[in-house]
């Protein structure tokens, strides 16, 4: 279980058990800042809604952690 439960409904969410200690490349790569690590766990999360959907935080992530949850009208 992860310690802070993420939501499930926010357009980018984070394996917490895949994401590394110490890394912060999907957060360097967001061009909007939507992604922080968390202060408890140290993990990635999305920490505001907003999301252009560009990819960069899932393609660049070592470990396969990110998933960019594309809305079905984007496909
Ligand atoms: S898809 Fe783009 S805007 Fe959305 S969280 Fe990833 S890098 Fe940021
Ligand atoms: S790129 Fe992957 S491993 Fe690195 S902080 Fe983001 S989710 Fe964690």
Redo the contacts with the bound molecule.
């Keep these: 279980m992860p310690l802070v439960p993420q939501r499930a409904d926010v357009?980018?969410t984070v394996d917490e058990s895949k994401c590394v200690d110490g890394c912060t490349l999907c957060v360097d790569?967001?061009?909007?800042d939507?992604?922080a690590l968390h202060p408890e766990t140290g993990k990635a999360y999305?920490h505001v809604d907003e999301?252009?959907?560009?990819?960069?935080?899932?393609a660049r992530c070592p470990t396969g952690a990110v998933t960019?949850n594309m809305p079905y009208l984007l496909r």
């Design positions: 357009p980018v790569m967001c061009p909007l939507s992604l999305m999301c252009w959907y560009c990819g960069p935080c899932a960019v």
